[in-house]
């Protein structure tokens, strides 16, 4: 490991000295390798995955197989960013020896430094056997997408005090298990101020406001891939699908008017 490398260690750093924190999603060597280039911290091998490249309409069919999978991708690609795989759907819901040996997996399968678990303060007894296992484990609290049927939709968490208080408390007691870092989804941006204020480790926001001491993004949602309902919180940086699209129609158009392969693309 190169001292240049992000570790558990300089994400804490990081927030010290308030140098912002970037994570973004891949689940594929060539965009794991662009992130390196484009000087991302973290990159996130989510279970968005389901959604992004496997299509389903939920995170809940993402197996296990498929997180090991596209994190030996991701890792092929890395360089020097630090590679936090998700923990899929009931990978950690069917016995915590299971989800122990689960996130060991992805770690020595996969290759990953870190998995992430979703859930508050009811995961903190399971992520301190992770952490006693020296699995490092990110946090994820709010808007937990593999509880969507139990949240009734994808909608904002932590609204009134009763709500607020609950993910206080849960940011605490994760911090407290040995979470290296915590992600805040969807949750209201004073709210995640206030709980990045109150954590020593570092909370990364998506849908979190601008007070967290850092932020992902889906890369799909970034580069404009992603169809359908685009959430507020959600900034296109591209349309890349736009430009995938008009490059297909062209190839289509060449092909059948004999345009391609030309002279220049032909061996003699
Ligand atoms: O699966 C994922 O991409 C995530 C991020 C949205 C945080 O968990």
Redesign the pocket.
């Known amino acids: 490991m190169s001292p240049e490398n992000v570790t558990t260690i300089s994400l804490r750093q990081f927030k010290k000295t308030a140098r912002k924190i970037v994570?973004v999603?891949a689940y594929d060597c060539p965009t794991a390798r662009m992130l390196n280039r484009a000087g991302a911290d973290i990159i996130?091998v989510?279970?968005?995955?389901g959604m992004t490249v496997l299509g389903y309409e939920t995170?809940i069919p993402v197996t296990m197989e498929d997180m090991v999978r596209h994190t030996r991708a991701v890792v092929r690609g890395n360089a020097g960013c630090l590679v936090t795989a998700?923990l899929p759907f009931l990978s950690c819901g069917a016995g915590d020896e299971r989800a122990v040996l689960n996130a060991g997996r992805l770690l020595q399968e996969g290759g990953a430094h870190a998995v992430?678990i979703?859930g508050g303060e009811f995961a903190a007894e399971l992520v301190g056997k992770m952490v006693r296992a020296a699995i490092p484990v990110m946090g994820?609290i709010g808007l937990t997408?593999q509880s969507v049927f139990q949240l009734g939709g994808y909608r904002v968490q932590g609204r009134g005090n009763a709500a607020a208080e609950r993910l206080r408390r849960d940011a605490r007691v994760l911090q407290d298990a040995g979470i290296f870092a915590l992600?805040l989804?969807c949750i209201p941006a004073e709210l995640a101020g206030e709980i990045s204020r109150e954590l020593e480790i570092p909370t990364?926001g998506?849908g979190a406001g601008p007070d967290c001491d850092g932020q992902?993004l889906?890369c799909h949602d970034l580069l404009g891939i992603s169809t359908g309902v685009n959430p507020k919180f959600v900034k296109r940086y591209a349309e890349v699908g736009e430009i995938s699209l008009k490059a297909f129609s062209e190839f289509a158009r060449e092909v059948r008017a004999g345009k391609f392969p030309g002279p220049e693309h032909s061996f003699k």
Not at 46 to 49: M, Q, R, V
């Open positions: 994570c999603t996130l989510g279970d968005s995955l995170t998700d992430k979703e994820h997408p992600v989804e990364i998506i992902v889906v």
